[in-house]
Every structure is written in structure tokens, then in C-alpha cells.
């Protein structure tokens, strides 16, 4: 059978999503195929559960930090539960019911292009269907975590991600391999769950590298001061896991070797571009799909293929992948439409500025533009100011032991900021303001003007102007 509709989503995580539903509310006619879970590997096995997997752990150090309160054992089989909850028991039937309701089509099924504007979508029961696009092809496939080529770890069959946030049960000795966002929250989860022999095997120096530094030596301290052992410097040479299932070694070029019941490998994802049909429309494909700032790929005759979140290797955050998809479906409409596709709103910027970014471990780390490394590669006249976030009352107020630390680069030619970073105990909250400035590039004199609450911990943009000598 062959049914044809104006746009046709290759993919029903959150960017696909999104592309579905502005471009339904263009005008358009839209298909979804998906082959595994609609929502995506956010919805089920990613941001959704492990932030539910970290909050008890969180609020377990927060509640801490009071006096006159003492926190009680974290009930493991509730907070399982409660993630399993969080992620509609990988149900995503209520997500099909949103799709449907746009309303879109939606096929179950893997979806391969099959040359322009054809997508062929294979069914469970192996039945085959094509769907023709009108204006557009999209494609929102995401990502898949990268396991490195080390001999021995694919054979040992390790976790990642997806194994360690939808885990039913937590091991007594977890070691990770890795230093980013995904090591970090999950071994600090995992191990105030219960996996009281936790390892973090880092092959750089310090934890989140692509932050500013000190964001890093928080959190490592943070990590080890609970009793999660942090080695840098650590180079894997084998891994060994003679019985599956059993224990695993993972062997180091210096060092004892380090012995554990699960292993989670979190080093990094990759575009999901394998099997996609891209040959069959003439791009040779091996990483990410390049894209301009309109999610439309480029080198394809016609310009009717788009690519939008982490396939298009632009910015492999959820929200960043909603954002794009906001702006495909909006531009693909204009353009089916024969309107002026030149809109501010129909461009990608945020993603040249520095995409706002949370590490939800404790204490949190968030930062949105560029970092002051960053910003001095590019060759900005930059200068930095940096300021306590314990020293502000507002922390105080929030218990003992407090600590964190805030940073803003500053472009000295124009007075706007090029980015900000914030560490210590729930400053998430805090990064939508931070967000605004840097996008919207407010001036600093201009933001003397914007009066923090007293006594809250947005207080230190106050001190940070006045460290910049307002």
C-alpha cells in the first residue's frame, strides 16, 4: 500500500515530536514512524528516569545540610517503582494517543528511505508499507551510546544509559567508565541506591572536561566525599567477564585492576544514521547529518530531507532537539505554503550562542554560551568574574556546608555576557535567567537594573556585576 502526506517524521522522541506537531499546526498533513517507543529515549531511558533516579539522592544530601533534620535510609524499591512510574511502565500508548490526536498518522514500524520523498516502514510482523512525502522528509532518529573499541568490553556485555536508568535491581559494586554528564549523575544515583563499591575510571584529568573546571572539582569532591572511589588518568586496556552475568575485571594500564558486578560505559553517543537509506538519496553518511540553521540537509537535491536533534550532531540535549524541531515544522510549513522562510523564528541561533545545560548531580552544575576557554578561542575580548555562591545569604539559609561557585564571561567590546556557569545545590533553577541574558544579549548596565530577591541565591548576580565593578 502506498499513502502519501505532506511531511513524513522519521522518528517519535521529543524532536520528532515537535516537528510533528508545528507542522500540523501549519496546515499540514504529517506521518510518524517510529520503531520502538514513541517519546523517545528521553521519555524511557534517559533524562526522565534517571532525574528520578537522582532526586531521592539529592534531596537525601540537601535535607543533610539542616540542622535538625536527619535523613533516613532511601527506600530502593519505592524509588524503583517510582521511576517506573515516571516512564509509564514503557507504555507509550497515551504517547500514540497524542500523536494521533494532532492529528497525525502514526507507524509502528523501522522507516528507511527509499529514495526522495519515500519512506518505507516495516511493520513488527514484517509487513511493508511506503509513505510518500509532498515537501518534506524528516529525520529525528537521535542517538545511540557509543561504546569504545577496548578488548574484551563489548564481549562483557556492559551497561549503558539505557541498561543503567531502567536497572531492576542495583549492584553492590558499579564500575563506570567516563567522566561526562551521564557518568557523573549515574554513578552518584546508583551509588546512593545502594552500590556501596561504586568506581568512576576516568581517562582525562577531572570530571566534566567541557565545563568550566572548577564545575568538575565540585562534583568530584561531591563524589568522594560519599565514598565513590574517582581515579583520572585511567586508561582501560581489557575487560574481562568470563561468565556472563557474573563479575566483571576491568583491567588498567597503571594500577590495580578494578572488580565489579556491572559495568556502565558512559564515553559518549553517536548519531543514529545507521540503515536510514541515505545512500539512496545520494549522501554518504558515516557521523551526524549536516544541516543548515533551517534543520534542512544539505547536499540533497530539491532541499526536502531535514534532520533535527541528535542525528544532526548539532547539540545532543533534549531540549536543544525540541528547539530544532520547533523550528523544522514551522519552517517546513512556511515554505510548503510559499511564505517567507527568513524569519527570525525560522532559524537555529541558539545553538551557535551555547545551548543552556544541566548536570543534575549534587551539587548541580549548569551553564549556558560559551565557557571562558571557549570564548577566548574564538578570539572575544574576554574578561571573567567569579564569585563565592556559599558567601551569598541565600545559601546560607539553605543549610551548613553549602558550596558552589558561580562564573560569568563577559565580551568587554559590547558589555553582554558570553556565558555563565553555575555549581552547587539546586542552581538549576537559576539557569533560565542566565539563558535569557545570553541569548538575548543584555547589556550588563542594563542588568544593574534587574533586582534579585533577597534572600535567594540569584543574589550573586548582584555580586558578580558589582565583582565587575558596577
Not at 560519599?226 to 561468565?243: H, I
Not at 550588563?444 to 534587574?450: F, I, K, T, V
Request: glycine residues 12%.
Amino acid at each position: 500500500m502506498s499513502d502519501e502526506f505532506d511531511v513524513v517524521v522519521i522518528g517519535a522522541g521529543p524532536a520528532g515530536e515537535n516537528v510533528a506537531g508545528r507542522a500540523v499546526r501549519g496546515g499540514l498533513s504529517v506521518a510518524v514512524v517510529e520503531e520502538n517507543l514513541a517519546g523517545g529515549e528521553c521519555s524511557y531511558w534517559a533524562c526522565v528516569p534517571s532525574k528520578a533516579l537522582l532526586r531521592p539522592v539529592d534531596l537525601t544530601a540537601e535535607v543533610g545540610r539542616v540542622p535538625g533534620l536527619t535523613p533516613g535510609p532511601i527506600d530502593v524499591a519505592a524509588v524503583l517503582a517510582r521511576r517506573d512510574e515516571a516512564v509509564s511502565n514503557f507504555d507509550d500508548g497515551k504517547q500514540v494517543e497524542w500523536i494521533e490526536g494532532l492529528p497525525a498518522e502514526f507507524a509502528r514500524g523501522r522507516g528507511r528511505l527509499r529514495g526522495p520523498k519515500v519512506v518505507e516502514v516495516t511493520a513488527p510482523d514484517g509487513s511493508v508499507r511506503s509513505l510518500r512525502a509532498r515537501h518534506a522528509v524528516v529525520l529525528a532518529t537521535g542517538s545511540r551510546p557509543l561504546v569504545p573499541p577496548v578488548p574484551g568490553l563489548a564481549e562483557a556485555s556492559p551497561w549503558t544509559s539505557h541498561e543503567a536508568t531502567a536497572a531492576r535491581a542495583v549492584p553492590r559494586r558499579l564500575a563506570v567508565l567516563g567522566g561526562g554528564v551521564v557518568a557523573c549523575e549515574m554513578a552518584q544515583a546508583l551509588h546512593g541506591l545502594g552500590a556501596r563499591e561504586t568506581t568512576l575510571l576516568v581517562r582525562g584529568d577531572s570530571l566534566l572536561g567541557r565545563m568550566e573546571p572548577f564545575a568538575g572539582e565540585l562534583v568530584a569532591a561531591s563524589l568522594a566525599e560519599s565514598g565513590v572511589e574517582v581515579r583520572t588518568g585511567a586508561q582501560v586496556t581489557r575487560v574481562e567477564r568470563p561468565v556472563p552475568g557474573g563479575p566483571v575485571t576491568v583491567h588498567l594500564a597503571e594500577g590495580a585492576p578494578v572488580e565489579a558486578d556491572e559495568l556502565l560505559v558512559a564515553t559518549g553517543r553517536r548519531a543514529a544514521t545507521g540503515d536510514l537509506g541515505l545512500d539512496t538519496v545520494g549522501l554518504s553518511v558515516t557521523g551526524p547529518v549536516e544541516v543548515d540553521d533551517s534543520m534542512r540537509a544539505t547536499g540533497v537535491d530539491g532541499g526536502w530531507l531535514y534532520a533535527v536533534g541528535d542525528v544532526n550532531g548539532r547539540n545532543l540535549l533534549t531540549h536543544m532537539g525540541k528547539y530544532q524541531g520547533r523550528v523544522c515544522g514551522d519552517v517546513i510549513a512556511a515554505r510548503a505554503r510559499g511564505e517567507r522562510d527568513d524569519l527570525p523564528g525560522l532559524r537555529d541561533v541558539a545553538d551557535g550562542q551555547g545551548a543552556p545545560q544541566v548536570v543534575f548531580t549534587d551539587p548541580q552544575v549548569c551553564a549556558v554560551g560559551r565557557s571562558e576557554a571557549a570564548a577566548r578561542a574564538e578570539g572575544f575580548d574576554v574578561r571573567v568574574v567569579e564569585y563565592d555562591l556559599g558567601a551569598v545569604s541565600g545559601a546560607y539559609l539553605l543549610g551548613e556546608g553549602y558550596r558552589g561557585r558561580a562564573k560569568a564571561v563577559v565580551d568587554e567590546r559590547r558589555r553582554v555576557l558570553l556565558g555563565v556557569t553555575f555549581a552547587g545545590p539546586g542552581v538549576a533553577e537559576m539557569l533560565h535567567s542566565a539563558t535569557v541574558a545570553v541569548t538575548a544579549e543584555v547589556t550588563l548596565d542594563r542588568l544593574w537594573h534587574a533586582v534579585p530577591s533577597f534572600p535567594t541565591v540569584s543574589e550573586v548576580w548582584l555580586r558578580l556585576l558589582e565583582q565587575y565593578g558596577l
